[in-house]
C-alpha cells in the first residue's frame, strides 16, 4: 500500500460515523497506524539515502563555504528523520486493553519524553477499570495532544494529570509553548478529539494561556 492509498484510507475512517463508535475508532487506529508504517519506513529510507550520499560528498575536497553547506544540509536531514520517527511513535502507538489506562499513559508519555526531548511532568493516579471505549478515548486524545505539541507548539515542557474523580474522568494536557488564540484554527485533529469525547457524553476544552496552551477533557463513568 502506497502512502497516498493509506492516507485516504485514514480519511474515509474519519467519514465514518454512522458506524457504532467502537467500530469507527477501531477503523481510524488501523488506519493510523498503517500511515504512520508506511510513512516511516518509505520516507525514512530517502533521508537515510539522502544523508549518505552527503556522506560521499563530505569526503571529498571542497572549499569552506561549500562544506558548510553541506554540513547543515546533513543536520536538517537528522532533524527531519529524528522528528519523523517521533511523530510515528505517536502515530502508531498501540491501543492495549489488557495494560491498566494509567501504566499505558505512563509509558505513552516516557516515550514522548524520550524521542522529542522535552520535559515531560505527569501526575497520574490508579484509576481501575474504566472501559475499552472510555480508555481507548483517553490515549487517543493524548495522543493527538502530544502530537500538536510537538508539531506546533515550540514547547520546552508539558504537564499531564490524569484521575478518576466523582464519576469521571479526568485528563489534563499542557505545555508551555507558544500560543494564540487569534491564530488558532480547528483542524482534523482537534475535531476528531472534541467528537471521541462528547460521543460519550463527556467534555473537552482547549484553553490557551500566556504561558501555553491546555486540553482539559472530562468523560463520565457509569455508577
Same mark, same amino acid.
Given at each position: ?30 488506519? #493510523? ?11 525514512? +529510507? ?13 569526503? #571529498? ?39 491498566? !489506562? ?21 501526575? !497520574? ?9 472510555? +480508555? ?5 486524545? !493524548?495522543?493527538?495532544? !502530544?502530537?500538536?505539541?510537538? #508539531? ?14 466523582? #464519576? ?56
Amino acid at each position: 500500500m502506497t502512502i497516498t492509498q493509506s492516507f485516504r484510507s485514514w480519511q474515509i475512517a474519519q467519514r465514518r460515523s454512522a458506524l457504532p463508535l467502537v467500530q469507527q475508532m477501531a477503523s481510524e487506529d488501523r488506519a #493510523r497506524q498503517s500511515v504512520a508504517r508506511d510513512v516511516h519506513d518509505v520516507v525514512s +529510507h530517502h533521508l537515510i539515502s539522502a544523508h549518505l550520499l552527503l556522506g560521499r560528498a563530505r569526503s #571529498r575536497r571542497m572549499d569552506g563555504d561549500l562544506r558548510n553547506t553541506v554540513d547543515e544540509v546533513a543536520k536538517e536531514i537528522q532533524l527531519a528523520l529524528n522528528d519523523l520517527r517521533s511523530l510515528c511513535f505517536l502515530l502508531n502507538s498501540p491501543f492495549d486493553a489488557e495494560v491498566g !489506562l494509567d501504566t499505558e499513559v505512563q509509558e505513552l508519555l516516557s516515550g514522548f519524553a524520550e524521542r522529542c526531548n522535552l520535559k515531560v511532568c505527569s501526575r !497520574l493516579t490508579r484509576v481501575g477499570s474504566v472501559g475499552d471505549l472510555v +480508555h481507548q478515548t483517553i490515549v487517543r486524545v !493524548l495522543q493527538e495532544a !502530544l502530537s500538536n505539541i510537538f #508539531r506546533h507548539a515550540k514547547a520546552t515542557e508539558v504537564g499531564c494529570s490524569l484521575r478518576r474523580r466523582d #464519576r469521571s474522568l479526568n485528563l489534563i494536557v499542557h505545555d508551555n509553548g507558544a500560543a494564540s488564540k487569534d491564530k488558532f484554527r480547528p483542524g482534523v485533529g482537534v475535531s476528531s478529539m472534541m467528537a471521541r469525547v462528547e460521543e460519550l457524553g463527556g467534555q473537552f476544552r482547549l484553553r490557551f494561556g500566556t504561558r501555553g496552551t491546555t486540553v482539559a477533557v472530562r468523560i463520565p463513568l457509569p455508577a
